[in-house]
Nanobody, 115 residues
Framework: QVQLVESGGGLVQPGGSLRLSCAAS????????MGWYRQAPGKQRDLVAH???????NYADSVKGRFTISRDNAKNTVYLQMNTLKPEDTAVYYC?????????WGQGTQVTVSS
């Protein structure tokens, strides 16, 4: 079955950086789109960044210029490099993929930006 396992979350001060990783298994990773979503307390889950199987990317306006999504097909892993973090980036970050009508999610990793 499809498994997505996130890592790399934690507590960071405003202006700091973190890199999230998501290791995928149970799929032919290279042909799947991948993405990162986040959900803050009391809010809906929103798209942060998306990368296609061919490497095309798109980002939420709130993270453009600060976050970078990338993928390593040899390692079945997608990354989210987060720079210049702000308190409003605090959320649980979820890894995502999909195939046809099925969506798959990781368990989430907490990112807290606070001084």
């Amino acid at each position: 079955q499809v498994q997505l396992v996130e890592s790399g979350g934690g507590l960071v001060q405003p202006g700091g950086s973190l890199r999230l990783s998501c290791a995928a298994s149970g799929i032919i990773f290279s042909i799947y789109p991948m993405g990162w979503y986040r959900q803050a307390p009391g809010k809906q889950r929103d798209l942060v960044a998306h990368i296609t199987s061919l490497g095309s990317t798109n980002y939420a306006d709130s993270v453009k210029g600060r976050f970078t999504i990338s993928r390593d097909n040899a390692k079945n892993t997608v990354y989210l490099q987060m720079n210049t973090l702000k308190p409003e980036d605090t959320a649980v970050y979820y890894c995502w993929t999909a195939w046809k009508t099925s969506n798959y999610w990781g368990q989430g990793t907490q990112v807290t930006v606070s001084s």
